[in-house]
């Protein structure tokens, strides 16, 4: 008997042992030691896979989605790819088409899950290989637990017009931005360039067509009070953003005021204690690289005007989400220059200061760097966080995919917590 007991002690005991627990314990939750688990979702390849979003399905399921294809507008092979990974599953299952117009390029997708819980694809197609030709499509569907791509029961055209307040807009900030410009000390070559640029720029605002196009998706769209949903959306032709909205579930769209400070673009929204939102866009204008921002007091419909924040951001996309704590936490590439570092960072006071910082990634700048952005992250039911972003290798010395090609690109997937954060780099 005294054998058996013992025998029973070491057993319990080799249960518990850390060894052991990675092959028999549940999988690790928020409130578990700091942990950190990642991998890439297909093999590197040639092909370029880019501007991934993540969602978390009711039965606990991850799906991912990006595009995929030998370019971005130009390249009409481009289409929306997904997969998808079973909760407490190791691996991801194998690729899968979410959407493809024949012919023309799928390209910066995003998806959620609406409070009926039904999945929506959301993205543009470019119908001239230029990005201010982009139309917005979005699809949903109900059918989606299953293997393969979802089955999709909606699938229409975000129509969006812009109305008098754009052009107001519009027109107020080439008003200060060409003051700016006569009393700057650029050399004459730049301010010409600039002034064509400004030309152009009002040439669009007044032409219908160029208004209601070039709109895209980057970020996680929001949904407000369980009743209003608000998709971010940016323009590269005006280089600004503005948000979509409907109070109906895509029966009827309407925009908000345009968002205009010189390159805010792909916002990501966060909602404060008080009920007003927050978005931080990505910089696409001159120096110095900060992510920009506004705030919304009326549910979305007009935004203040953007300033910089103190977030570095050397022109790429970041997300911004609040946790089921209260704290936000932010995924972004923390430089003015290169993608070659990916932070995440968490705030307790709602932005105003950023407490704790760790990388996913990071490699020393250089022509061999590598390129780890455009983010999309989550927070699980569990309370844990998912990462996903564009993984791309740029070292000289990488392997060769399938097509005998320099295997260097993929999306790559980050499970950790928020212990993993407040850790910070380990030296």
Same mark, same amino acid.
């Given at each position: 008997?005294?054998?058996?007991?013992?025998?029973?002690?070491?057993?319990?005991?080799?249960?518990?042992?850390?060894?052991? =627990?990675?092959?028999?314990?549940?999988?690790?939750?928020?409130?578990?030691?700091?942990?950190?688990?990642?991998?890439?979702?297909?093999?590197?390849?040639?092909?370029?896979?880019?501007?991934?979003?993540?969602?978390?399905?009711?039965?606990?399921?991850?799906?991912?989605?990006?595009?995929?294809?030998? +370019?971005?507008?130009?390249?009409?092979?481009?289409?929306?790819?997904?997969? /998808?990974?079973?909760?407490?599953?190791?691996?991801?299952?194998?690729?899968?088409?979410?959407?493809?117009? !024949?012919?023309?390029?799928?390209?910066?997708?995003?998806?959620?899950?609406?409070?009926?819980?039904?999945?929506?694809?959301?993205?543009?197609?470019?119908?001239?290989?230029?990005?201010?030709?982009?139309?917005?499509?979005?699809?949903?569907?109900?059918?989606? /637990?299953?293997?393969?791509?979802?089955?999709?029961?909606?699938?229409?055209?975000?129509?969006?017009?812009? +109305?008098?307040?754009?052009?107001?807009?519009?027109?107020?900030? =080439?008003?200060?931005?060409?003051?700016?410009?006569?009393?700057?000390?650029?050399?004459?070559? @730049? /301010? =010409?360039?600039?002034?064509?640029?400004?030309?152009?720029?009002?040439?669009?605002?007044?032409?219908?067509?160029?208004?209601? #196009?070039?709109?895209?998706?980057?970020?996680?769209?929001?949904?407000?009070?369980?009743?209003?949903?608000?998709?971010?959306?940016?323009?590269?032709?005006?280089?600004?953003?503005?948000?979509?909205?409907?109070?109906?579930?895509?029966?009827?769209?309407?925009?908000?005021?345009?968002?205009?400070?010189?390159?805010?673009?792909? !916002? %990501?929204?966060?909602?404060?204690?008080?009920?007003? #939102?927050?978005?931080?866009?990505?910089? &696409?204008?001159?120096?110095?690289?900060? #992510?920009?921002?506004?705030?919304?007091?009326?549910? +979305?419909?007009?935004? %203040?005007?953007?300033?910089? %924040?103190?977030?570095? &951001?050397?022109?790429?996309? @970041?997300?911004?989400?609040?946790?089921?704590?209260?704290?936000?936490?932010?995924?972004? &590439?923390?430089?003015?220059?290169?993608?070659?570092?990916?932070?995440?960072?968490?705030?307790?006071?709602?932005?105003?200061?950023?407490?704790?910082? /760790?990388?996913?990634?990071?490699?020393? !700048? +250089?022509?061999?760097?590598?390129?780890?952005?455009? !983010?999309?992250?989550?927070?699980?039911?569990?309370?844990?966080?998912?990462?996903?972003? %564009?993984?791309?290798?740029?070292?000289?010395?990488?392997?060769?995919?399938?097509?005998?090609?320099?295997?260097?690109?993929?999306?790559?997937?980050?499970?950790?917590?928020?212990?993993?954060?407040?850790?910070?780099?380990?030296?």
């Amino acid at each position: 008997m005294k054998t058996i007991h013992s025998f029973l002690l070491v057993l319990v005991a080799m249960l518990w042992s850390d060894q052991f =627990l990675g092959k028999v314990r549940a999988a690790p939750h928020a409130n578990d030691a700091s942990f950190l688990e990642s991998e890439i979702i297909f093999p590197l390849e040639h092909w370029h896979n880019h501007g991934s979003c993540i969602v978390e399905a009711s039965n606990g399921d991850l799906i991912v989605c990006w595009f995929h294809g030998s +370019g971005e507008r130009t390249a009409d092979d481009v289409k929306i790819e997904g997969a /998808r990974k079973r909760k407490g599953a190791k691996t991801w299952s194998k690729r899968f088409t979410m959407a493809d117009t !024949p012919g023309f390029p799928d390209t910066n997708c995003c998806m959620f899950i609406d409070p009926q819980g039904r999945l929506w694809l959301l993205w543009p197609t470019i119908l001239a290989s230029q990005w201010e030709s982009a139309l917005m499509k979005y699809r949903i569907s109900s059918s989606y /637990r299953g293997d393969g791509p979802p089955k999709w029961e909606v699938n229409e055209v975000m129509l969006l017009k812009p +109305g008098k307040e754009f052009g107001d807009a519009v027109t107020n900030y =080439l008003l200060h931005a060409e003051e700016s410009l006569r009393n700057s000390p650029l050399p004459d070559e @730049a /301010r =010409l360039r600039i002034q064509g640029y400004f030309k152009v720029l009002r040439e669009r605002t007044n032409d219908k067509l160029s208004r209601r #196009l070039g709109w895209m998706t980057r970020a996680h769209p929001f949904v407000l009070d369980g009743k209003r949903l608000i998709v971010p959306l940016y323009s590269d032709g005006f280089n600004g953003s503005l948000m979509a909205i409907t109070d109906d579930w895509g029966q009827t769209w309407h925009t908000s005021t345009p968002l205009f400070g010189g390159g805010n673009i792909q !916002p %990501s929204i966060v909602l404060r204690k008080d009920g007003s #939102l927050y978005t931080l866009m990505r910089d &696409n204008g001159p120096p110095p690289k900060r #992510l920009h921002q506004s705030e919304s007091h009326d549910r +979305g419909e007009t935004w %203040s005007p953007v300033t910089d %924040s103190e977030q570095p &951001n050397p022109g790429s996309g @970041a997300e911004i989400t609040s946790l089921k704590n209260g704290q936000w936490i932010l995924v972004s &590439n923390d430089t003015e220059r290169g993608r070659n570092s990916l932070a995440v960072q968490i705030s307790d006071d709602e932005g105003k200061t950023w407490k704790w910082k /760790r990388h996913l990634e990071y490699n020393p !700048p +250089g022509p061999e760097a590598g390129s780890f952005h455009y !983010p999309s992250i989550i927070q699980a039911k569990d309370g844990t966080l998912h990462a996903t972003y %564009s993984y791309s290798l740029d070292k000289k010395n990488v392997g060769k995919d399938a097509d005998g090609q320099p295997a260097r690109k993929s999306i790559k997937h980050a499970h950790f917590n928020e212990a993993w954060v407040q850790a910070g780099d380990q030296k």
